[in-house]
T-cell receptor, first 113, second 112 residues
Framework: DTAVSQTPKYLVTQMGNDKSIKCEQN?????MYWYKQDSKKFLKIMFS???????INETVPNRFSPKSPDKAHLNLHINSLELGDSAVYFC????????????FGPGTRLTVL | GESVGLHLPTLSVQEGDNSIINCAYS??????FIWYKQESGKGPQFIID?????DKRQGQRVTVLLNKTVKHLSLQIAATQPGDSAVYFC???????????FGTGTRLKVLA
């Protein structure tokens, strides 16, 4: 069983479109995260939820909106996609917000044309 | 402050040799550090962590060294194997905050 799963794995879309990425974890963790990794492999936190509550909200355009329907799911919706949004987006989870051992999903490679 | 995007440094090591991957962290208030390994096409994977009350911690074939004076962290991999080829990231955290700041990463290439 995959611990942290994301769908889709690849997403190719046109500028201006709206898209969503879904994430699910079956580890029973309380905390989930979204990271963005750019072409130079730089990994940056975007959001984090703990028990469905937002606890990290980095300086991210408000076109990005996370949603956590329950503890096991954290989705990322992106409106009006721009070329600069092209990146690999990783979902992760951890036992609690203070745990450094985060379990990452396989990533979603988003390409905006 | 946070790192900006830089050219990914590469370390090439002969199979069987020891590898040392270095990381300079940015915040003197950081007191918890983690090393992650990211294989091609996969998400990062936790390797080992260390708190600031320690200066060395050992795992299986890996050792992390922490020098708080110069804000430097290193990951030593003993008897490097082809499966160790990956990008390695250090991450730092400050107690009382939930954010982990990742370093720029180092690509490790293991030569046969």
């Amino acid at each position: 069983d995959t611990a942290v799963s994301q769908t889709p794995k690849y997403l190719v879309t046109q500028m201006g479109n709206d898209k969503s990425i879904k994430c699910e974890q079956n580890l029973g963790h309380d905390t989930m995260y979204w990271y963005k990794q750019d072409s130079k492999k730089f990994l940056k936190i975007m959001f984090s939820y703990n028990n469905k509550e937002l606890i990290i909200n980095e300086t991210v355009p408000n076109r990005f909106s996370p949603k956590s329907p329950d503890k096991a799911h954290l989705n990322l919706h992106i409106n009006s996609l721009e070329l600069g949004d092209s990146a690999v987006y990783f979902c992760a989870s951890s036992q609690d917000p203070r745990s450094g051992e985060q379990f990452f999903g396989p990533g979603t490679r988003l390409t905006v044309l | 402050g946070e790192s900006v995007g830089l050219h990914l440094p590469t370390l090439s090591v002969q199979e069987g040799d020891n590898s040392i991957i270095n990381c300079a962290y940015s915040n003197s208030a950081s007191d918890y550090f983690i090393w992650y390994k990211q294989e091609s096409g996969k998400g990062p994977q936790f390797i080992i962590d260390i708190r600031s009350n320690m200066d060395k911690r050992q795992g299986q074939r890996v050792t992390v060294l922490l020098n708080k004076t110069v804000k430097h962290l290193s990951l030593q991999i003993a008897a490097t194997q082809p499966g160790d080829s990956a990008v390695y990231f250090c991450a730092e955290n400050t107690s009382g905050t939930y954010k982990y700041i990742f370093g720029t990463g180092t690509r490790l290439k293991v030569l046969a």
